[in-house]
């Protein structure tokens, strides 16, 4: 399963896209994947997932649900449109997130591949100012300040993290109905956030895209983590100015053979005694669902996968693998989910080819998630089911406030929001004492996945 987003311009561009992507499923369907239907040169649409298709229209993408109604009424279709801008990804915010210790992380000389720079990840062109109306308020940092340092990396990565916040609440909303609450927060000692949740909604029970930009000095804990993760900081009197940015969210939807997601992509800068800086990016997009759908995670992963081989060819293998390491509740012997990709501390080869791969990931958010979403959005569901779902987002509690870096960071920072930081739980869930689903059914099929992770592509 194969997922395109087209970002064309212009007709040269969009028949020069067909032709290759012709050539992309052709190759699949001799690869073994003879059930996906090949288009035409001159076709407007493109057959992706069962019941959903791309249609291009000028110089945008739409995705178009057929409504299939899975074990629903028949006869019943819904359609829902979703348009994907050139710079279509998403995730939100707690910025500060995700410090993780990789004693297998590459070899410097490994990561030292050329980028090449696809046309769809260069920044949008335009005015600061009117690439900001776009957003769902306000950037953090003031846009005169912006617009004086927008070659800047701290600038660019604000603005990819406001631009994706925005697409991604957009498409929510065009699939559910409902409306985000759009909540700017400052912090005292520096920068703030926006929060844009959506809670009891016809799809979304509860659904979270944050953005936050915070600076100052690093707590002495905050600095310790950083050394033991092999960071070697060096302040003016004790003290290491910092900048923090990233665009963090979680979806939690109503009907449980909709997954959860979770992704979340940031930068951070740290300023030594010498004026020198250190900087890296972290992130990764992870798919929980509560019900094992084998084709809904080949085509997660692999949308993953081709943002990844765009960049290195062991990213997603090892990012993989990195994911799953992670995202592991210990005291239960199981993963929260299926995974997807995590990676932290990526500061090679150039900060330039480092953003651009940030930039791909951010850009696989709507693609590899809505066609899932718009899959099952009529699938009806047992009592029993629910139940299920009840239980396993216990799970993914439990994961949250025990191990999850990102939280825990949140917590120790001075000013840090709790109302953003704890966005990511949602707004039921259940523990039942000692409960073990029956042998055969799916729900034990779906923890022996959990407990034995598998390789989806």
Known sequence: MATIVFCSVNKTARTTARRCLTSHLKGLASAGESHLPL???????????????????????????????????????????????????????AAVAGFLANANHFQRAEMATKVLRDPEEREPEGDILERCRGFMSPPVTDIAVLQQTKGEMRTRMEMLIMETQAEFCKALQEVDGGTF???QWQRKEGGGGISCVMQDGKVFEKAGVNVSVVSGYLTEEAAKQMRSRGKVLKGKDGKLPFCAMGVS????????????????????????????????????????PVYINKEDAFHFHNTLKGACDKHHSKYYPEFKKWCDRYFYIRHRGETRGIGGIFFDDLDSPTQEEAFSFVKSCARTVVPCYLPIVYKHLNDSFTDEEKAWQQVRRGRYVEFNLVYD????????????????????????????????????????????VLRNPKEWV
């Open 249 to 288: 969210s979680v979806i939690h939807p109503k009907n449980p053979h909709i997954p959860t997601v979770h992704f979340n992509y940031r930068y951070f800068e740290i300023e030594e005694e010498d004026g020198s800086k250190q900087w890296w990016f972290g992130g990764g997009t992870d798919l929980t």
């Open 405 to 448: 870096r990102g939280v825990k960071f949140g917590l120790a920072t001075p000013g840090s929001r709790i109302e953003s930081i704890l966005m990511s739980l949602p707004l039921t869930a259940r523990w039942e004492y000692m409960h073990e689903p029956a042998k055969g059914t799916r729900e034990a099929k779906m923890l022996d």
């Open 181 to 183: 609450k759009v909540d």
């Open 39 to 93: 288009p035409s040169t001159h076709s407007s649409s493109l057959t992706l997932l069962p019941g959903t298709r791309w249609l291009s229209r000028g110089s945008s993408v739409r995705f178009m649900s057929h409504g299939t109604a899975g074990r629903a009424a028949a006869g019943r279709t819904r359609r829902g449109a979703l348009a994907l801008g050139g710079a279509a990804a998403v995730t939100a915010a």
